[in-house]
C-alpha cells in the first residue's frame, strides 16, 4: 500500500470524449504530481500543486487540465486527446513540493485513446 | 536543465553487487540526488536520497563525489527481484528552480540466476 491510490486503473477513450483521471493520497502531503510516461520514454513531469495551488505547469497542452480542490485530492481532467496521448499517467505526493523530499507514487492510469 | 545521463542497461547475477552510475553535470547548489526504482506498470519507488558524500539505508548506499557531478547507487547482493529500471532525479520543482526535475531514461537491470 502506497498511500496514493489511482482511479480507474485502464481507461480506452475515443480523441472526442470527455474523461477524468482521479488520484487520492492518503498520506497528509502538501504537494501533488502529475506525471506522463510514454513507452521506452522518461517521465515526464506535467504538474505539481503545493497546497491547493499549482506551482509548475510544462508546458502542457490545454487538452490536460489539472484540478487540485484539496490537498489530498487532484484530478486530471482530459478532453479531445489524441493518439498520441496514450500513456501511463501517475500521480505523486510529497510532504512538499521539491526536488529534496520523497514522492510517493500512485500506480497510473493506463490510458489508450483511439 | 538539469539532464542525467545513465547506462541504458547493466546485467547481473543473483547475490552480486552492482553499481549505477549516473552523470549530472549541470547539478545546482541547492539540488538533491534522489535514486528511484519502477516495475513494469507500476509507480516508481523511492530507494534513496542525498546530498553529498555517502548515505546508506537498508537497501542501498548512495555515492557523491565532492564537486556532486556524478553519483553511484549501490545495490548489495542483488536478487531477482531487483530486476527493474532504476532513476536517477536531480532537480527542484519550483518555477523559479534553476534545474526543473527531470527523470532520465533509467537503467535497466537484469539480475539473472
Known amino acids: 500500500e502506497t498511500g496514493v491510490t489511482q482511479t480507474p486503473r485502464h481507461l480506452v477513450m475515443g480523441m472526442t470524449n470527455k474523461k477524468s483521471l482521479k488520484c487520492e493520497q492518503h498520506l497528509g502531503h502538501n504537494a501533488m504530481y502529475w506525471y506522463k510516461q510514454s513507452a521506452k520514454k522518461p517521465l515526464e513531469l506535467m504538474f505539481v500543486y503545493s497546497l491547493e495551488e499549482r506551482v509548475e505547469n510544462n508546458s502542457v497542452p490545454s487538452r490536460f487540465s489539472p484540478e487540485c480542490p484539496n490537498s489530498s485530492h487532484l484530478f486530471l481532467h482530459l478532453h479531445t486527446l489524441q493518439p498520441e496521448d496514450s500513456a501511463l499517467y501517475l500521480c505523486a505526493s510529497s510532504q512538499t513540493a521539491g526536488g529534496s523530499y520523497e514522492q510517493y507514487f500512485g500506480p497510473g492510469t493506463r490510458l489508450t485513446v483511439t | 536543465l538539469a539532464k542525467t545521463t545513465q547506462p541504458i542497461s547493466m546485467d547481473s547475477y543473483e547475490g552480486q553487487e552492482v553499481n549505477i552510475t549516473c552523470s549530472h553535470n549541470?547539478?545546482?547548489?541547492?539540488?538533491?540526488i534522489t535514486w528511484y526504482q519502477q516495475f513494469p506498470s507500476q509507480g516508481p519507488r523511492f530507494i534513496i536520497q542525498g546530498y553529498k558524500t555517502k548515505v546508506t539505508n537498508e537497501v542501498a548506499s548512495l555515492f557523491i563525489p565532492a564537486d556532486r557531478k556524478s553519483s553511484t547507487l549501490s545495490l548489495p547482493r542483488v536478487s531477482l527481484s531487483d530486476t527493474a529500471v532504476y532513476y536517477c532525479l536531480v532537480g527542484d520543482v519550483t518555477g523559479g528552480a534553476t534545474n526543473k526535475l527531470i527523470f532520465g531514461t533509467g537503467t535497466l537491470l537484469a539480475v539473472q540466476p
Open positions: 549541470n547539478i545546482a547548489t541547492n539540488d538533491y
